[in-house]
């Protein structure tokens, strides 16, 4: 395990919801977080679970906080859905997309046969963070289950953080299906390593160089400690921290934010 100085970090994998900004407030710290990670020479990239949106839809509420981006800034476990379909023969096979019209789209532009129809002979059922559910849907998703196809889900979260609390996320809405079937699904994204290991494969960087930050103890920080990096904690978000000491991986560092973090990295004291 790395555990090396914040001085040797050039890779920042950086989770988005409750770790940057919540809803659409950005939190302090987080512009000059980005640009002191420009002027070291580093490199940033943005590491989400969220499966209901498209890296478009990312690019644009960025601009709307204030931060230029572009879809190499980012690494979505969608991103890593489709990586793993790929590595498991399901490019011809036939997958009933659970989830809203952009994760739909995000599969079938990546090249994959899709359909919402449960009389179709589907081969595997994959989920995502669906923001248009409907009981439809978990209906089709229990009829397909109970009829034995695969069952594979972009991410384990919860919930989502929101301005006035939480919604279930994906992980909730697997558990409510496997309530009702009896039926659990390989989950992809964090804490799997799969998206930390690559992101430091795609720019060249290595586990000492690389940093994970985020607010979640079981996906972000269990998926940097499980690719072997550096993790960091942030309290901006869902995790506490109790919630910090209570699970198997456990941060190497806990900040109350990223400004706190960005303190430490410069050597500046808070005022």
Known sequence: MPNTPL??????L????GTIYLDEQLFDG??????????????????TNNSSRSVEAYI????????????????????ALIVYLNANSYREKLLYAFGTASFRKQLADAGFRITQNRDDAVDALVCGFDTELNFQ????????LNRGVDFIAANPDW????WYGYVPDCGSVCEMLYRATGRKPIFIGKPQPEMALLAMGKYGFSKEETLLIGDRVYTDIAC?????????????????????????????????NI???LNDMTGEKES
């Open 60 to 79: 644009e509420k960025m601009r709307r906080l204030g931060i230029a981006a572009t879809a190499d800034d980012f690494l979505t476990s969608v991103d």
């Open 159 to 162: 919930v989502c953080p929101t």
């Open 14 to 17: 950086l989770d988005m919801d």
């Open 137 to 144: 849907k978990l209906e089709n998703a229990c009829i397909l």
């Open 224 to 256: 940097g400690i499980r690719a072997g990096i550096d993790a960091a904690l942030v309290l901006s978000g869902e995790s506490t921290m109790a919630d910090a000491f209570s699970q198997p991986e456990k941060p190497t560092h806990i900040y109350d």
């Open 7 to 12: 001085s040797g970090k050039r890779l920042f």
């Open 259 to 261: 400004r706190a973090l």
């Open 30 to 47: 987080t512009v000059d977080f980005l640009n002191y990670v420009r002027k070291i020479g580093g490199k940033y990239l943005f590491l």
